[in-house]
C-alpha cells in the first residue's frame, strides 16, 4: 500500500510541475532523492490519519477482536437490497436435505428393494455330511454338492427344499448323509433385512439329536444359505418364537449365526 501511494503522489507532484509551466520540466537525478523523501514523508502522514475508519461509507469499524478485513454493513433501508434468507435453525442439514428429496423425488418413484427377485441363479451348493473315521473316533464334515436351479425358482426355497429331500441316490452311495431329520419343515414366508435372512423353524428341527447332530444341522442350513441373496447370517425362530438354545442339552443359538469354520469336502 505504502508503494503505491508513493505512485500516486510522484505522479500528483508532477502533473503540478507541468500546470505551472507550459513545458514538462523532470527532475534531474540529483533531484530523486529528494523527491523521494517528500513523497515518503506524505505517505506516512496519510497512513498516519487512517482516512479509511472515517472516510468509507459501507464499512464499519473493525473491533480488535475481528479480522483486520472490513465487514460490509448491510443496509435494510437500501433501496433494491433485500437481505439473504436466513437458514432455519430449528432442523439439522440432514433433516434439510432429506426434505429436499422428497420434494424432488415422489414416494411413488423411489425405487424398493425386492428381496425376493434374485431369481436368476443357475447353481447353488447345498450341504450334507460325511463321517470319516471308525468307531468313536469318527468324525461329521460337511460335503458340498452342486445343485441347478430351475429357472424363476426363488434360491432360497430352494434350497430349503434340497435339504429335506436329502442327498440322491448317487450321493448317498458315497457316504453322504443328512442331519436334518425327514420331518423338517420351515415358513416359506422369510424376509431379508441388511443381510440378516429371518427364518422361521418348525419344532420338528431340534427333535432326535443330539448336541454334535444340532450343529450339524445348523451347519448345514448356513453355509447352504449364506451368501445367496448377499445374505452375510441367519436370525432363526422355533415356531415363530424366539430361542436361545436348542434339543435337550440346551445348545447355545445366538441371535444371529453365520458360518461355523468347518471341514468341508466335495464329492
Do not use: C
Amino acid at each position: 500500500m505504502l508503494s503505491g501511494i508513493l505512485f500516486v503522489l510522484v505522479l500528483l507532484e508532477k502533473s503540478m510541475g507541468s500546470a505551472t509551466s507550459p513545458k514538462l520540466n523532470l527532475p534531474s537525478a540529483s533531484d530523486i532523492p529528494q523527491v523521494r523523501d517528500n513523497a515518503t514523508q506524505k505517505a506516512h502522514d496519510l497512513i498516519a490519519s487512517e482516512p479509511w475508519k472515517n472516510g468509507f461509507s459501507g464499512f464499519k469499524n473493525v473491533s480488535p477482536n475481528d479480522s483486520e478485513i472490513p465487514v460490509v454493513d448491510f443496509d435494510e433501508n437500501s433501496p433494491g437490497m433485500k437481505p439473504a434468507k436466513k437458514p432455519e435453525m430449528d432442523e439439522s442439514w440432514e433433516e434439510q436435505a432429506r426434505n429436499e428429496i422428497d420434494e424432488l423425488i415422489p414416494d411413488e418413484e423411489i425405487p424398493v428393494m425386492d428381496t425376493k427377485k434374485s431369481r436368476n441363479i443357475e447353481h447353488v451348493n447345498v450341504y450334507f455330511i460325511k463321517f470319516f473315521g471308525t468307531d468313536n473316533k469318527a468324525q461329521s464334515r460337511l460335503v458340498r454338492v452342486p445343485r441347478l436351479v430351475p429357472t424363476n425358482t426363488d434360491p432360497i426355497l430352494y434350497i430349503l427344499a434340497e435339504l429335506k429331500k436329502g442327498p440322491r441316490p448317487e450321493e448317498s452311495s458315497k457316504g453322504v448323509l443328512n442331519a436334518i431329520p425327514d420331518t423338517f419343515s420351515y415358513s416359506k414366508n422369510y424376509k431379508i433385512t441388511d443381510g440378516i435372512l429371518h427364518l422361521d423353524l418348525s419344532g420338528s428341527f431340534e427333535y432326535g439329536g443330539g448336541p454334535e447332530i444340532i450343529r450339524d444341522r445348523l451347519d448345514q442350513l448356513t453355509h447352504s444359505l449364506v451368501g445367496i441373496n448377499d445374505i452375510r447370517a441367519i436370525r432363526f425362530t422355533i415356531d415363530r418364537k424366539k430361542v436361545t438354545s436348542l434339543g435337550g442339552d440346551g445348545i447355545p443359538l445366538p441371535d444371529v449365526m453365520g458360518k461355523r469354520d468347518r471341514r468341508i469336502t466335495t464329492l
